[in-house]
């Protein structure tokens, strides 16, 4: 996903998961590898991952303070910002949540 059109149009499905990440950061690399897991658990959400270094206004926008951190959004509204990625069944039941 590399442009603001092509984001935003994610962002207003009726449910959809955006993880904010910064190649550089350890935790970020961790939480990644999480969501490789939840992903392949087939969560039925929409899962983009973007790294924040090329989309800095989607941080303001969103009022991220810190990465990793998984939004949740429907039908782009914010219902959940999540920093602390504790284990994959938390992240699993996070993102099942919007369902």
């Known amino acids: 996903m590399e442009t603001i059109k092509s984001i935003q149009a994610f962002i207003t499905k009726p449910k959809a998961a955006l993880y904010l990440y910064t190649p550089m950061c350890g935790t970020c690399q961790v939480a990644g590898k999480m969501l490789d897991v939840v992903e392949a658990m087939n969560v039925n959400v929409p899962l983009e991952r973007i790294n924040l270094n090329y989309q800095e206004g989607l941080a303001r926008q969103f009022e ?10 429907e039908k782009g509204k914010l219902k959940k910002k999540i920093y602390a990625f504790q284990s994959v069944p938390y992240i699993y039941e996070e993102i099942r949540s919007l369902l």
Do not use: A
């Open 64 to 73: 991220v303070e810190s990465v990793p951190c998984l939004l949740l959004l």
